[in-house]
């Protein structure tokens, strides 16, 4: 079971992540939406598409961009689309 935590919170948790380039893409119904707050921030990867990021907020200490997911993938990356994916200090213990 791999989990996602920060600041002592599980942000995700599932069996079925996917490791893509040494990140663990959890499937959207495995993370816990009530700490993930839209960005404004984006960035472009050739073979995956658009990337949209989440900010986590927990016990009001925010951790900016630390979490993403691509909406509208490319036929490539089509089968983690929506899957989120975290980074900037959350812990992802597999």
């Not at 989990?3 to 380039?21: C, G, P």
């Not at 927990?58 to 490319?74: L, S, T």
């Not at 089509?78 to 200090?89: I, L, Q």
Request: charge should be negative.
């Amino acid at each position: 079971m791999a989990k996602a935590i920060w600041n002592d919170t599980v942000l995700a948790q599932s069996n079925d992540t996917i490791v893509i380039d040494g990140n663990h893409y959890f499937p959207p119904d495995s993370v816990n939406k009530q700490y993930l707050k839209e960005s404004n921030k984006h960035t472009i990867c050739p073979w995956k598409g658009t990337a949209n990021y989440y900010d986590i907020e927990v016990n009001e200490q925010i951790n900016r961009d630390a979490a993403w997911f691509y909406p509208n993938a490319k036929e490539k990356a089509k089968h983690f689309e929506n899957y989120v994916a975290f980074w900037r200090g959350v812990k992802v213990e597999a």
